[in-house]
């Protein structure tokens, strides 16, 4: 594709996808910045991806352990830094009425 | 000489002979630190009752034994915080050992000070720290480079005697090329990343930050290795690395990859680098030249891959089980979407989108899909060019090290800053950064040597062997 156009990131749309609840200052300048950047990454749809083929698998072979009941962090270790927590649980609003 | 600027070998001696003690070596630290820290900013955190009283209990005959490092504020040190530089662990405190700590320890090393880095390790000037900027010991306004800048900064400065960073695209090379110190990214693999809180799960790695080579070798040593903790850690036996070190390289080649002596290098890095090659060819080596053609392509392939496994592994700093969180939530939507704006920096947040984006419906096979397979490409590149060379010779990094605030307005410029650094992680290869020169300004220049998977003890080799012709390792910063 000759000079494609690049595509454009919904700052809006994606920052609610990752729950971030960014300011409009931050909307806008974040609209720009990234819109450079991916007019930069968008270089990678001219790289010709013919030899990937050719390359062959990766050396890479899944390891596994038996499944055995081993020590971890203990319970009262992983609720230390909790903001809230009763009964070994960690609190939250309420999720659903 | 100050006791707060021997080398590690050269302080192991005087704590066998019992000539200095592990207390004094904490107490001689401290005072360095008290002197220079408050102008260059590496620590973010300096225990030293803490230090003492490991130094009380210290074991001189251990390969560490009584020896101080600083750790990046990004791997966990059970009882210390780790905020990894960011608002939202600004609390935090470790529950848990790091493996590499782990190490450490069993090798008598005394845990001093946490350093100062970009936020998430998403940077190179250590300027998206939510504790603000490191400077660079050679000129305080000046950066230090990033992520790792306060680890490498706190070596430089002879504030530390080593120190752990991280390098995901860069982040220990570049900035010990900026504060002229030796930093080496081990093959990924090499070290667990078990405890370290993860940025890119496939190109993070924990490295060092020396003051010569020998002794990056003697700490690869002790913090390689297997970890059954770490299912990405490789079960290639670790050697001792420090056994090869001074075989010279008379009969190895070293090629020398045209693309990365472009336009746009400052003149005298490029100088400063080819004199170095210069100095190979002097102590008989040969100097290939090689392409690597795909080089144009990884800051762009990185930026895909990077930002999308940090979106993913950011997702977990949501104000429920660690960190802050937001007063008085709405319900858990506002709890999530006010927690994470608030507590991540601006750089952070940028990542955290694109990574998203490049991951979404419609978009990953454009971007994601398509920049795993250019790493591919990359990675043989580098695969093709070992066949006729032992390593590689590069500039670390374009330019010297730049102004504080001058790239922060512009994130594609100082994601260049990267350029030569980047592909070694996404080929998930080795490379060290050592000292090669100084700019007519008297900015640190280092050159870059990459080796092949699990080809540490080449390039340490190789490291070894200029650093022994060469004076750069033995200036210090005018502090």
Not at chain 2, 152 to 173: K, Q
Not at chain 2, 248 to 271: N, S, T
Not at chain 2, 286 to 307: D, N, R
Not at chain 2, 433 to 459: D, N, V
């Given at each position: 594709?000759?000079?494609?156009?690049?595509?454009?990131?919904?700052?809006?749309?994606?920052?609610?996808?990752?729950?971030?609840?960014?300011?409009?200052?931050?909307?806008?300048?974040?609209?720009?910045?990234?819109?450079?950047?991916?007019?930069?990454?968008?270089?990678?749809?001219?790289?010709?991806?013919?030899?990937v083929?050719?390359?062959?698998?990766?050396?890479?072979?899944?390891?596994?352990?038996?499944?055995?009941?081993?020590?971890?962090?203990?319970?009262?270790?992983?609720?230390?830094?909790?903001?809230?927590?009763?009964?070994?649980?960690?609190?939250?609003?309420?999720?659903?009425? | 000489?100050?006791?707060?600027?021997?080398?590690?070998?050269?302080?192991?001696?005087?704590l066998?002979?019992?000539?200095?003690?592990?207390?004094?070596?904490?107490?001689?630290?401290?005072s360095?630190?008290?002197?220079?820290?408050?102008?260059?900013?590496a620590?973010?955190?300096?225990?030293?009752?803490?230090?003492?009283?490991?130094?009380?209990?210290?074991?001189?005959?251990?390969?560490?034994?009584?020896?101080?490092?600083?750790?990046?504020?990004?791997?966990?040190?059970?009882?210390?915080?780790?905020?990894?530089?960011?608002?939202?662990?600004?609390?935090?405190?470790?529950?848990?050992?790091?493996?590499?700590?782990?190490?450490?320890?069993?090798?008598?090393?005394?845990?001093f000070?946490?350093?100062?880095?970009?936020?998430?390790?998403?940077?190179?000037?250590?300027?998206?720290?939510?504790?603000?900027?490191?400077?660079?010991?050679?000129?305080l306004?000046?950066?230090?480079?990033?992520?790792?800048?306060?680890?490498?900064?706190?070596?430089?400065?002879?504030?530390?005697?080593?120190?752990?960073?991280?390098?995901?695209?860069?982040?220990?090379?570049q900035?010990?090329?900026?504060?002229?110190?030796?930093?080496?990214?081990?093959?990924?693999?090499?070290?667990?990343?078990?405890?370290?809180?993860?940025?890119?799960?496939?190109?993070?790695?924990?490295?060092?930050?020396?003051?010569?080579?020998?002794?990056?070798?003697?700490?690869?040593?002790?913090?390689?290795?297997?970890d059954?903790?770490?299912?990405?850690?490789g079960?290639?036996?670790?050697?001792?690395?420090?056994?090869?070190?001074?075989?010279?390289?008379?009969?190895?080649?070293?090629?020398?990859?045209?693309e990365?002596?472009?336009?746009?290098?400052?003149?005298?890095?490029?100088?400063?680098?080819?004199?170095?090659?210069?100095?190979?060819?002097?102590?008989?080596?040969?100097?290939?030249?090689?392409?690597?053609?795909?080089?144009?392509?990884?800051?762009?392939?990185?930026?895909?891959?990077?930002?999308?496994?940090?979106?993913?592994?950011?997702?977990?700093?949501?104000?429920?089980?660690?960190?802050?969180?937001?007063?008085?939530?709405?319900?858990?939507?506002?709890?999530?979407?006010?927690?994470?704006?608030?507590g991540?920096?601006?750089?952070?947040?940028?990542?955290?989108?694109?990574?998203?984006?490049?991951?979404?419906?419609?978009?990953?096979?454009?971007?994601?899909?398509?920049?795993?397979?250019?790493?591919?490409?990359?990675?043989?590149?580098?695969?093709q060019?070992?066949?006729?060379?032992?390593a590689?010779?590069?500039?670390?990094?374009?330019?010297?090290?730049?102004?504080?605030?001058?790239?922060?307005?512009?994130?594609?410029?100082?994601?260049?800053?990267?350029?030569?650094?980047?592909?070694?992680?996404?080929?998930?290869?080795?490379?060290?950064?050592?000292?090669?020169?100084?700019?007519?300004?008297?900015?640190?220049?280092?050159?870059?040597i990459?080796?092949?998977?699990?080809?540490?003890?080449?390039?340490?080799?190789?490291?070894?062997?200029?650093?022994?012709?060469?004076?750069?390792?033995?200036?210090?910063?005018?502090?």
């Amino acid at each position: 594709m000759a000079n494609p156009t690049p595509d454009s990131i919904d700052v809006t749309y994606v920052a609610d996808l990752v729950r971030m609840k960014l300011s409009p200052e931050e909307t806008a300048t974040f609209q720009k910045q990234l819109g450079d950047v991916l007019g930069y990454i968008s270089q990678l749809k001219e790289a010709d991806l013919s030899r990937v083929s050719l390359l062959g698998e990766e050396d890479m072979t899944n390891r596994l352990r038996a499944d055995e009941v081993r020590a971890s962090l203990p319970v009262a270790d992983a609720l230390a830094n909790a903001p809230k927590q009763e009964n070994n649980l960690f609190v939250v609003p309420k999720i659903v009425d | 000489m100050e006791t707060a600027s021997l080398t590690i070998p050269e302080l192991r001696r005087k704590l066998s002979s019992g000539e200095v003690r592990p207390r004094e070596v904490v107490d001689h630290l401290a005072s360095r630190i008290e002197a220079v820290d408050p102008k260059i900013k590496a620590y973010v955190h300096l225990n030293v009752e803490k230090a003492r009283a490991e130094a009380d209990k210290a074991n001189p005959a251990l390969p560490l034994g009584g020896v101080p490092i600083a750790i990046k504020d990004v791997i966990n040190v059970k009882g210390d915080p780790c905020g990894c530089a960011s608002k939202i662990l600004e609390d935090y405190v470790a529950p848990y050992d790091a493996t590499v700590i782990t190490k450490l320890r069993r090798a008598g090393a005394i845990l001093f000070g946490r350093t100062n880095m970009d936020e998430f390790a998403m940077g190179s000037s250590t300027e998206n720290s939510s504790r603000g900027p490191t400077h660079n010991p050679w000129d305080l306004e000046r950066i230090p480079g990033g992520s790792s800048g306060g680890s490498a900064a706190a070596v430089a400065g002879h504030e530390a005697f080593a120190a752990l960073g991280t390098d995901t695209g860069g982040s220990i090379r570049q900035p010990a090329a900026l504060c002229s110190c030796v930093g080496l990214k081990p093959t990924y693999g090499r070290v667990s990343r078990y405890g370290l809180t993860a940025f890119a799960s496939s190109l993070d790695q924990i490295g060092t930050f020396t003051k010569t080579v020998e002794e990056a070798a003697l700490l690869l040593e002790i913090i390689a290795g297997h970890d059954t903790r770490d299912n990405t850690s490789g079960e290639q036996p670790a050697p001792a690395y420090t056994a090869a070190l001074k075989t010279g390289v008379k009969g190895m080649r070293f090629g020398v990859p045209k693309e990365y002596f472009i336009a746009g290098i400052d003149p005298e890095v490029e100088k400063a680098v080819r004199t170095a090659i210069d100095e190979y060819r002097g102590q008989g080596a040969e100097i290939v030249e090689v392409s690597l053609p795909h080089t144009k392509y990884a800051v762009a392939a990185y930026y895909i891959i990077a930002t999308a496994e940090a979106s993913s592994n950011l997702a977990r700093f949501d104000g429920v089980r660690y960190g802050r969180r937001v007063q008085n939530p709405k319900d858990i939507l506002d709890l999530y979407g006010r927690t994470r704006a608030e507590g991540f920096g601006p750089e952070v947040k940028r990542r955290i989108i694109l990574g998203a984006y490049v991951l979404s419906s419609g978009y990953y096979d454009a971007y994601y899909n398509r920049a795993q397979q250019v790493r591919r490409l990359i990675a043989d590149d580098f695969r093709q060019a070992f066949k006729k060379c032992d390593a590689l010779l590069t500039p670390t990094s374009p330019t010297p090290a730049f102004k504080l605030g001058e790239r922060m307005q512009d994130p594609l410029q100082m994601y260049l800053a990267d350029i030569f650094t980047i592909a070694v992680n996404l080929a998930g290869i080795c490379g060290v950064s050592i000292p090669c020169g100084f700019t007519s300004a008297k900015l640190p220049i280092g050159l870059q040597i990459i080796g092949p998977k699990w080809g540490e003890e080449a390039i340490l080799r190789a490291a070894h062997a200029y650093e022994r012709a060469t004076p750069w390792h033995k200036e210090k910063p005018p502090l």
